[in-house]
């Protein structure tokens, strides 16, 4: 089955810094790949996505990148605010069925 | 629009005890979700249904946990017995189930604690 690594567990960052977050995975045939913010006690949000047939995708402060041959895909958020402090999951999928989740980010902007 | 709804919200039992977690999907979505979700990690699938046909149970400990999916909207996952390490969130999500483009939603979740 898919194997979805996420990278790293942990990260601060100063307010106003980018943050940069990285998973990759295993099976080729993932086409689907959705990133999914959660405060704590909080359900997952999805935040943004991207598919196989795009190599990225930008919304406002939020992008994803895919790179297909390498197996990877990465979110970027820039100019960062407190109110981003939060877990950040990564998924993959083929054609929306079974979602494999990365471990989690926990990413903490300092004011 | 209303998003999946999910009750209760905790869940506080002894070990061996039975209990019951309920979802509603958002109106319309065929496919329906349950993942477990332990603490610091990310959901786990345990069962997905297609209306009311359970399509991906592999992940379900079949020794102690159900779900039911009868008319294709509302789902019940059971434990039971609860063991101790069942202890953590489970969450129901939905989407549509048109495949590629598909977008999941997820509900509060039911955070169980086993004593």
């Known amino acids: 089955g898919e194997n979805v690594e996420q990278h790293p567990s942990t990260l601060s960052v100063q307010e106003g810094d980018s943050a940069v977050i990285k998973c990759t995975y295993s099976?080729?045939?993932?086409?689907?790949f959705p990133w999914y913010k959660q405060e704590l006690g909080k359900r997952p949000q999805l935040i943004i996505d991207?598919?196989?047939?795009?190599g990225e995708k930008k919304d406002q402060r939020i992008a994803v990148t895919l790179n297909k041959t390498a197996k990877h895909f990465s979110l970027h958020i820039t100019e960062t605010q407190p109110e981003d402090s939060a877990v950040y999951f990564c998924?993959?999928?083929?054609?929306?069925?079974?979602?494999?989740f990365g471990t989690g980010t926990s990413l903490t902007v300092i004011p | 629009e209303a998003g999946v709804v999910q009750s209760p919200r905790y869940k506080i039992i002894e070990k061996k005890q039975p209990v019951a977690f309920w979802c509603n999907p958002i109106?319309?979505?065929?496919?329906l979700y349950w993942y477990r979700q332990n603490l610091g990690q990310g959901p786990e699938l345990l069962i997905r249904?297609?209306?009311?046909?359970?399509?991906?149970d592999s992940q379900l400990p079949k020794d102690r946990f159900s779900a039911e999916r009868l008319k294709g909207v509302d789902s019940t996952l059971k434990i039971q017995p609860a063991e101790l390490g069942d202890s953590a969130v489970y969450l129901c999500?939905?989407?549509?189930?048109?495949?590629?483009?598909?977008?999941?939603?997820f509900g509060p979740g039911t955070r169980l604690t086993v004593l």
């Open positions: 999500a939905s989407s549509l189930g048109l495949g590629v483009t598909d977008t999941q939603y």
């Open positions: 099976d080729s045939a993932s086409n689907y």
């Open positions: 991207i598919r196989s047939n795009v």
């Open positions: 998924a993959a999928s083929m054609n929306g069925n079974q979602f494999y």
């Open positions: 109106s319309g979505h065929n496919t």
């Open positions: 249904y297609e209306n009311e046909e359970a399509v991906d």
